[in-house]
Every structure is written in C-alpha cells, then in structure tokens.
C-alpha cells in the first residue's frame, strides 16, 4: 500500500529476508519500477531469489545486493527514490533513517517494521536494548522537521513518515 500511494517507481529495502515484504513492496509498485533490497545474509538472498523467481517477477524489477546495509546505503544515490522499506537491525535503525532522509526525494516514504517491539515500547520498565532503540527512533522521527510521522499499531508496528514537501 505505501508503495502505491507514493506511486513508487524507485524503492529500497533494508532487509531482504525470504523475500515475503519484497514481493509486497512490488505488488504496490509502478509497473516500470525498480526495487533495491539489501541483506548480508547469503541465505536470505537465496530465499528471495526462490520467492522471486515462483512469483515471476522479472530479473530487472529487483537488484539483490549482498552485503551490510551500513556499507550499501551510502553508494545508492541522493534523492532517487520514493519509498525506503527497514526490517533489519533495529540497532541500525537510527544508521537507516539518516540514509533514508538523504536517499528520498521529497514527498517519499520511509517506513520501519517492528516498531512496537511486541508492545514493548509501551512497557516503562522495558529497558532492553532493542526496545530502548524503538522508542528513540520513533522520538528521532517525531521530532524531524523533515519528516510527517504516523505510528500505526498493525501487527509488531509499522513507523511510517513522509518526507516534506518543501
């Protein structure tokens, strides 16, 4: 659906996995449009590539890319793309949001799964590291001027925001 309602042409994925979000994110694509997703698992690229290929998806609607998100992100261009998708290391989260802010093009989304931490967040007394990484990402981008947040409570959490338009 964000993909769709950013009419994304261009989208990044941190987090490959077995390739489940990645067919979603195309699904809502633009027919035209290319998805880059990042994984330093070996297997989880492998799975995808299964996922992808019993889907039919074409070999160019998606670039794999091997390696950590921290290290690709900066390669990938300024401003080039309308949605960033993370579901990987919530530690990383922060590293994430600071690549997609400059890799968005104005009015692009950027989109965290697992913000809720299985209702962690919500928890004071919760003080583990992840949990404590969700609630500062989700302060960080409350209090971004360059972004419009929403927090919606489907599933473990979905922290969404647009980028501003001006």
Avoid: K
């Avoid at 769709?4 to 077995?18: I, K, P």
């Avoid at 889907?55 to 401003?79: F, H, M, T, W, Y």
């Avoid at 600071?98 to 007394?125: H, N």
């Amino acid at each position: 659906m964000l993909a769709a309602v950013s009419s994304a042409r261009a989208a990044v994925e941190v987090g490959t996995g077995a390739g489940v979000s990645t067919l979603w994110i195309l699904r809502g694509m633009r027919p035209d449009g290319i998805l880059t997703s990042v994984d330093s698992d070996g297997e989880h690229q492998r799975l995808a590539r299964l996922s992808l290929g019993e889907a039919g998806v074409p070999a160019g609607r998606v670039r794999l890319i091997a390696g950590r998100a921290n290290e690709v992100l900066p390669r990938l261009s300024d401003g080039a793309y309308d949605l960033v998708f993370c579901d990987a290391s919530r530690a990383e989260n922060d590293d994430y949001l600071d690549a997609a802010i400059r890799l968005l093009r104005p009015g692009g989304v950027v989109a965290f799964a697992g913000a809720l931490g299985g209702g962690r967040i919500a928890e004071a007394s919760a003080r583990d590291p992840e949990t404590v990484a969700l609630r500062e990402l989700v302060r960080r981008v409350r209090d971004e001027p360059r972004l419009v947040p929403a927090l919606l409570p489907v599933g473990p959490g979905l922290l969404v925001a647009s980028t501003t338009l001006g």
